[in-house]
């Protein structure tokens, strides 16, 4: 009897075995990869993600398609790591900040006040890129291409012209940028840390009054439409990429691979181009709307990058490793010794 049994066992189980093979070709074959983003709908980003899915979709023959999450509807970017780590989607286009979450070395890139020009960012990143790629790809996660949100500024409902004015000013801080947090307590001004997805109603209830992003960025936030004024000086360098789990990615034929590839990374290198245009325009369209810029003195800046420097030189290794702040830093010597 328990022969018997166990003969019923196992045919049961190669029976299951056999019916599970068909199945996991069909998941490989008709892929729906889930991306999140905090990018609106309607944005640049967007329009140039559903760019991608439509070609990918054409040339895989519907064997592969991307279902966007935009608007931050799946939360800020820690609550996307957080949801491709348990498997509730599978890719997110985020900020080199949400990047730096998955790899930390991509930190350095945030540097405040450390690009001068999109020319020194375009050369250092195509340096570092390859070591960046490794990093994420030995966490699991594979780079699909590289993006952009640009330069931030601060933007606010109180005149901003110097490190005494943010002490008497409700500062934001994203939750997810510790380099910010080292920065702003170096420079005794108390931040209050809220998501990227509250902040248009702490600007619009008096919770905070400073807050800081691209111009891009404030207007597709619709920040803009609660702030009165632009300080012009750009802080720090805001990347972008697309990532995917690795796992999910070697799953799909190596055709499938390659037309993903050569997509995602030609659509997101003309999207930088456009984004480098629009916080230009955006700039203008803040100015059409009554926002102010206010241009600071040579004083107060250098009082900004003294600041940063500072906070600096406790937080490196904190987040990122010495060597990469050293590769990063002789790359851009490098850069502008041969400009000279």
Not at 74 to 79: A, C, N, R
Not at 224 to 235: A, E, G, Q, R
Request: proline share 4%; hydrophobic share 45%; charged share 20%.
């Amino acid at each position: 009897m328990h022969g018997h049994t166990l003969i019923k066992s196992v045919v049961f189980g190669i029976v299951a075995l056999l019916l599970s093979i068909p199945a996991a070709q069909s998941a490989e074959e008709n892929m729906v990869i889930k991306i999140a983003t905090l990018a609106p709908d309607g944005s640049s980003w967007i329009k140039t993600l559903n760019t991608i899915n439509a070609e990918v979709m054409e040339k895989t023959k519907g064997k592969v398609t991307f279902k966007i999450y935009p608007g931050g509807v799946l939360g800020d970017e820690k609550d996307m790591m957080r949801k491709m780590q348990i498997g509730q989607i599978q890719c997110a286009a985020v900020t080199s900040g949400g990047l730096a979450a998955l790899y930390k070395e991509i930190d350095v890139i945030h540097i405040p006040f450390f690009f001068q020009n999109y020319e020194e960012v375009d050369y250092v990143l195509k340096k570092m890129s390859p070591y960046f790629t490794k990093g994420l790809e030995g966490n699991g996660y594979f780079l699909l291409g590289w993006s952009e949100a640009g330069f931030n500024y601060l933007m606010s409902t109180l005149y901003i012209s110097s490190v005494s004015d943010l002490k008497k000013a409700k500062v934001w801080i994203w939750q997810e940028s510790p380099m910010a947090k080292a920065i702003f307590k170096e420079a005794g001004v108390t931040a209050i840390p809220l998501s990227v997805p509250d902040v248009l109603v702490g600007l619009q209830t008096g919770l905070v009054d400073v807050v800081y992003a691209p111009p891009t960025g404030a207007i597709a936030l619709q920040w803009f439409t609660k702030v009165k004024y632009l300080t012009d000086v750009p802080l720090s360098y805001m990347g972008g990429g697309l990532v995917v789990r690795k796992d999910i990615f070697k799953k799909l034929p190596q055709a499938s691979q390659n037309i993903i590839l050569e997509s995602c990374q030609r659509n997101l290198n003309q999207l930088k181009t456009i984004t480098r245009r629009e916080n230009q325009e955006a700039i203008r369209v803040m100015q059409n709307n009554g926002v102010k810029i206010v241009t600071p003195p040579q004083d107060t800046v250098a009082e900004f990058k003294r600041l940063s420097a500072a906070a600096l030189s406790h937080f490196t290794n904190q987040t990122f490793a010495k060597k990469a702040w050293e590769d990063a830093t002789a790359n851009l010597e490098a850069y502008r010794k041969g400009r000279r």
